[in-house]
């Protein structure tokens, strides 16, 4: 079972559609992260949520971090090819340890 | 500023061999983390080294340990090598207890891609 859970696992959509993918937990977290991996790559940070119900936006992203500071949400507005990837959320358990989901693989077709 | 680089980036085994990855971090991160990622299982948490100490490990059999040098750089090796053991090795790097301060990310590098036979 993994600490954190994320859905869907994969999904399709055309260019233009929105999207939400959700990262879900039973344990409560100081902060989640969200990092994006593209193929052939390493994932890279794209926004840190630190307080419960903090929302963040990042041009067409939008974060949310929930109340209970158990899960977050990730929206995307008008998808573009370019979001294409592989969408992780993390958390800190000690010191340096995170724990990843098992991640949404993205794919925005032209 | 360089990224995280390790090497080699990919690699082919045979089943009971050993292998041995290295990583070099961000220059001035002291904390260096191995991660395991595979399609069924994700990004599966290896260990964490700090100032040539490991500080945090992951459920994963003797099999597979670490080491840290005093200029940061890490390696981990895996030995008795299994089928299962096919995946992409990640190491990241970051600033000591910057996550659990919520002020810093994982920087990663491209992996190494081994592949057991």
């Known amino acids: 079972t993994q600490l954190l859970e994320q859905s869907p696992q994969f999904l399709s959509i055309q260019e233009g559609e929105n999207l939400t993918v959700y990262c879900n937990s039973s344990?409560?977290?100081?902060?989640l992260q969200w990092y994006r991996q593209e193929p052939g790559e390493g994932p890279v940070l794209l926004v840190t949520?630190?307080?419960?119900?903090e929302v963040k936006k990042l041009k067409r992203l939008t974060f949310q971090f929930g109340d209970a500071r158990k899960d977050s949400s990730l929206h995307i507005t008008a998808a573009q090819p370019g979001d294409t990837g592989l969408y992780l959320c993390?958390?800190?358990?000690?010191?340096?340890?995170?724990?990843f989901g098992a991640g949404t693989r993205l794919t925005v077709k032209p | 500023k360089a990224g995280v680089t390790q090497t080699p980036r990919y690699l082919i085994k045979t089943r009971g061999q050993q292998v041995t990855l290295s990583c070099s971090p961000i220059?001035?991160?002291?904390?260096v983390s191995w991660y395991q990622q595979t399609p069924g299982q994700g990004l599966q948490f290896l260990f964490e080294?700090?100032?040539?100490?490991?500080?945090n490990k992951g459920n994963f059999p003797g099999r597979f340990s670490g080491r840290q040098f005093s200029n940061s750089r890490s390696e981990m090796n895996v030995s008795t090598l299994e089928l299962g053991d096919s995946a992409l090795y990640l190491c990241?790097?970051?600033?000591?207890?910057?996550?659990?301060?919520?002020?810093?990310?994982?920087?990663f590098g491209e992996g190494s891609r081994l592949t057991v036979l």
């Open positions: 990241a790097s970051s600033l000591d207890s910057a996550l659990w301060e919520n002020t810093g990310e994982l920087f």
């Open positions: 344990s409560v977290f100081s902060s």
């Open positions: 949520v630190v307080t419960g119900g």
């Open positions: 993390a958390g800190p358990v000690q010191n340096n340890d995170m724990r």
């Open positions: 220059s001035g991160h002291r904390s």
């Open positions: 080294y700090f100032s040539e100490t490991q500080r």
